[in-house]
């Protein structure tokens, strides 16, 4: 039943009402929205990094999904579709209605962010999948709180690596990826992991890649690639590539590194000049990089709290790594490129990459915006990945 002027304030209070009595069940999640207005599952102290230099992604143990399509909303996410024999589907969702909270937490359009149902979902859900739900109906108008179980879309690739032609240092960063061949732009989320090494000179390491299954196309061609750094240089890769996933290829590998024959050129290059990174010549402490981040990327020098943050964080040298994209990632930088999905992104691929972006380059990266959410962490992780091979 459509939404009248005769019970708006009805629903209103109602909405009010229900939306209360959520958040009261839920005390946990009383601090609904991050303090800079910007929601992403993966910014924070304690977000699952494991990475130990910049440019880096994260596997994760889950990644859930509802098993929706829909339009964000200043009253949540009207849902265009529902999978069948999705969480959603099980749960009794169907097209037209809208979910407006997620465990207390609003989803949608709140003021002039958007709040992304599958990062909020990912954040709230327990160990099991499970989270609440609250929804308008669409076939009767009505409020309702549903618990649901969501299903794990992530898969594995599996496999093992060995070392050829001498020993590995510890402390040395193992990177595993899964690259797609066809389109080298369209990163997979959760397609990577990084291990950092204790020392060995033989033997073997096991690694699991849990990716996301709905970035992975059939009609597309994918590789699995492993490299050894230590002091930012490569000094393991694998030569050949090892397909998989797609076209008959397994799903589990054997992978062998050899040592990287252009070392003399590698330690010699120079990073980007246009991205603030740590260990670069000038910086000896971590007030004077936060502080020419800060000026760099937002315009302004850091607050006392904020250089007392960023010098209290464990493993400085990663967070000092993970600074860019940190502070290109808030609503604050988001708000010096006017606001704006295309400047923003522009200009982040200016400073991940090193030069303007083409038209074309434009057009790819702004698609695959859209297809991770919007998620400024995501895209700038995704960026960092093809930065590193290039």
Not at 129 to 153: A, S
Not at 287 to 313: D, F
């Amino acid at each position: 039943m459509p939404l009248s002027n005769t019970n708006h304030w009805w629903r209103i209070a109602s909405f009010a009402g229900l939306l209360a009595a959520s958040l009261w069940s839920t005390p946990a999640m009383a601090q609904t929205y991050p303090a800079n207005g910007y929601a992403t599952a993966s910014t924070g102290w304690n977000s699952g990094w494991n990475s130990p230099t910049w440019p880096e992604t994260t596997t994760s143990n889950k990644s859930w999904t509802l098993g929706v399509t829909g339009k964000n909303t200043d009253v949540g996410l009207a849902l265009d579709s529902v999978s069948p024999n999705s969480a959603a589907a099980r749960a009794g969702l169907s097209a037209g209605d809208i979910v407006v909270c997620v465990n207390g937490v609003q989803v949608g359009i709140v003021g002039s962010k958007i709040f992304d149902i599958a990062q909020i979902l990912n954040q709230h859900a327990d160990s099991l999948g499970n989270v609440r739900l609250l929804v308008m109906y669409r076939r009767t108008g009505q409020l309702g709180t549903v618990p649901i179980k969501l299903d794990d879309q992530q898969a594995g690739l599996t496999g093992t690596l060995t070392v050829q032609g001498g020993s590995v240092p510890a402390n040395a960063v193992i990177t595993v990826q899964i690259v797609n061949v066809t389109r080298p732009y369209f990163v997979i989320h959760n397609g990577q992991q990084t291990l950092r090494s204790t020392g060995f000179s033989q033997g073997s390491i096991p690694f699991t890649i849990n990716y996301d299954p709905s970035y992975i196309s059939e009609s597309d061609r994918y590789s699995v690639r492993a490299f050894i750094t230590y002091n930012n240089t490569t000094i393991f890769e694998t030569v050949q590539p090892t397909y998989v996933l797609t076209q008959g290829n397994p799903k589990s590998v054997q992978l062998a590194l050899t040592p990287k024959s252009t070392i003399s050129t590698i330690s010699t290059a120079q990073p980007n000049p246009n991205v603030v990174a740590a260990n670069y010549v000038g910086y000896d402490n971590i007030s004077t990089q936060v502080t020419a981040a800060y000026q760099k990327y937002l315009g302004r020098n850091p607050t006392s709290m904020e250089l007392a943050a960023w010098n209290s964080v464990p493993d400085p040298d990663y967070r000092m790594g993970r600074l860019p994209i940190e502070l290109m990632a808030t609503q604050e930088y988001f708000d010096r490129c006017g606001n704006n999905n295309v400047a923003w992104l522009e200009r982040a691929f200016t400073e991940m990459i090193g030069h303007v972006p083409s038209t074309y380059e434009q057009e790819q990266w702004m698609a695959r915006y859209a297809e991770v959410h919007y998620s400024r962490t995501e895209v700038l992780n995704q960026m960092a990945i093809v930065a590193g091979r290039t």
